[in-house]
């Protein structure tokens, strides 16, 4: 069965980095949009990058210009590198394959960013 695995959160300080992970098992997803969500507790799940099969990618307002988003077909991963980090970004953080149905979410992988 379809398996989507988050990786990489943790506690940084404000101004910080990491780099987020998302491994698919059960599925390829390369010729799908793979898109990054976060939720921040008491908020709405949020899209905040999205990278198309063929490497186009979109950001949302809060987060251009500091979030990169990548994949690696050959993996069957995409990434999510956060820089100049802000506790605004303190959220649990999604992976998602677009369009795909029925819909799968993993566990997710919390960031903190916090003195």
């Known amino acids: 069965q379809v398996q989507l695995v988050e990786s990489g959160g943790g506690l940084v300080q404000p101004g910080g980095s990491l780099r987020l992970s998302c491994a698919a098992s059960?599925?390829?997803?390369?010729?799908?949009?793979m898109g990054w969500y976060r939720q921040a507790p008491g908020k709405g799940r949020e899209l905040v990058a999205a990278i198309t099969s063929g490497g186009r990618t979109n950001y949302a307002d809060p987060v251009k210009g500091r979030f990169t988003v990548s994949r690696d077909n050959a993996k069957n991963t995409v990434y999510l590198q956060m820089n100049s980090l802000k506790p605004a970004d303190t959220a649990v953080y999604y992976c998602?394959?677009?369009?795909?149905?029925?819909?799968?979410w993993g566990q997710g992988t919390s960031v903190t960013v916090s003195s």
């Open positions: 998602k394959i677009d369009n795909r149905y029925p819909e799968v």
């Open positions: 059960g599925t390829i997803f390369s010729s799908n949009t």
